[in-house]
């Protein structure tokens, strides 16, 4: 039987601390590279942008934060394909199923994960903010019931 060793690397609190940049996420990235470990960056966030986009600004990180650091040598960097962000799951397991069918998106900013929504084929999603607006028994938030008053 055959052992496979992978390892998933949750950005926050190893790769960074709010916007401070780790040495020792850096370093464990080199050694895993250098040991040819399979690796995936994971985050329950993504700011609303897509894997591509999250994996390039990660990767313009790990190059600043790797040279401020003194990080020398190979280390395989953050692409699409490496990246799971919170809502990396629609575009396999809900699109195919509800592209056609209202579901509520509840992540924010706003724009920016109903722009990843539509990209994955929720054409009828509906962000959180916007139903809250439409339905005023649904929150009592006073942003929301502001808006509500604003829009009537």
Same mark, same amino acid.
């Given at each position: 039987?055959?052992?496979?060793?992978?390892?998933?690397?949750?950005?926050?609190?190893?790769? @960074?601390?709010?916007?401070? #940049?780790?040495?020792?996420?850096?370093?464990?990235?080199?050694k895993a590279t250098q040991a040819k470990i399979p690796y995936v960056f994971v985050t329950n966030g993504g700011g609303g942008l897509t894997e591509a986009?999250?994996?390039?600004?990660?990767?313009?990180?790990v190059v600043a934060a790797g040279s401020a650091a003194g990080v020398t040598g190979d280390i395989a960097m953050p692409d699409e394909k490496r990246m799971i962000l919170s809502y990396?799951? #629609?575009e396999s397991m809900l699109a195919g199923q509800y592209a056609n069918q209202r579901v509520m998106v509840i992540s924010d900013p706003r724009d920016k994960v109903m722009e990843v929504a539509r990209k994955y084929g929720l054409t009828k999603a509906e962000h959180y903010s916007?139903?809250?607006? @439409?339905?005023?028994?649904?929150t009592n938030f006073a942003c929301f019931t502001s808006l509500r008053e604003k829009n009537n």
């Open positions: 039987m055959s052992t496979r060793v992978a390892i998933a690397f949750d950005i926050d609190g190893v790769f @960074k601390y709010g916007r401070e #940049w780790s040495a020792d996420g850096l370093s464990s990235l080199q986009t999250y994996g390039q600004h990660l990767k313009e990180k990396t799951p #629609w916007d139903y809250a607006v @439409k339905h005023g028994t649904v």
